[in-house]
């Protein structure tokens, strides 16, 4: 079935870093890919997303390109603020298999520090 | 403004009884989901509805129950026979194919056996 894996974390930065948070998916379909994050108590809300291969995805200075070829979907950003410290979900929709459900990556949870 | 509501923030339950968490939209969203999210772990689907009147489980359904009576609510009852409730409770909706399925949570609610 569809699946995606993340990058274990937890992943720790000094402010201004260049961050790479890994993602990649299994798939049979066409799905599309999304990056969520969730701060400390709060529900998740959507960073970006990304409907078909080649897609980037952009938001807020973060950015993630759907890679068929690699499968991937690996977000960026270039320099990481104390603000962005929470945890960042993978995840995908792919609505030719598995039309009623959001597939979720574990998380990585980001902590940036001053 | 649109959005999703969940009520209450915190619950605390004694062993053997049943909980309603409450959760609400405004969005116009067809889909509604329930998810569970442990300390440290990704989310679990519990329930998911396409239509009023109509739900399947999830991957994790035993010892909850759901109803769709309205388009814009989706309460998730954890009864006593979930054997271990104390969790964090994330409601979502979607516009179903449109936008590749991209959820839009809820604020979540934090529930504790005592």
């Known amino acids: 079935g569809d699946s995606v894996t993340q990058m274990e974390g937890p992943v720790t930065l000094s402010e201004e870093a260049f961050l790479t948070i890994n993602c990649t998916y299994t798939?049979?379909?066409?799905?599309?890919l999304f990056w969520y994050v969730q701060y400390p108590g709060e529900g998740l809300q959507l960073l970006l997303k990304?409907?078909?291969?080649?897609d980037k995805g952009s938001n807020k200075g973060f950015e993630a390109t759907y890679r068929k070829e690699t499968t991937s979907f690996h977000l960026e950003k270039g320099s990481v603020q104390v603000s962005d410290s929470a945890v960042y979900f993978c995840?995908?929709?792919?609505?030719?298999?598995?039309?009623?459900?959001?597939?979720f990556g574990p998380g990585t949870s980001l902590s940036v520090i001053p | 403004d649109g959005g999703i509501t969940q009520s209450p923030k915190y619950l605390f339950r004694k062993e053997g009884q049943n909980v309603t968490l409450s959760c609400e939209q405004n969005?116009?969203?067809?889909?509604m989901y329930w998810y569970r999210q442990d300390p440290g772990q990704g989310l679990r689907l519990i329930y998911y509805?396409?239509?009023?009147?109509?739900?399947q489980k999830g991957d994790i359904a035993e010892g909850y129950s759901v109803s769709r009576e309205k388009k814009e609510s989706f309460p998730l009852t954890v009864t006593s026979a979930q054997k271990n409730p104390t969790a964090f409770y994330l409601c979502?909706?979607?516009?179903?194919?449109?936008?590749?399925?991209?959820?839009?949570f809820g604020p979540g609610t934090r529930l504790t056996v005592l």
């Open positions: 979502a909706s979607s516009r179903d194919r449109e936008g590749g399925n991209e959820q839009f």
């Open positions: 798939a049979t379909g066409y799905p599309s």
């Open positions: 990304a409907t078909k291969a080649d």
């Open positions: 969005l116009n969203h067809d889909a």
């Open positions: 509805s396409q239509i009023v009147n109509d739900f």
């Open positions: 995840a995908l929709s792919d609505l030719k298999t598995s039309y009623d459900k959001v597939i």
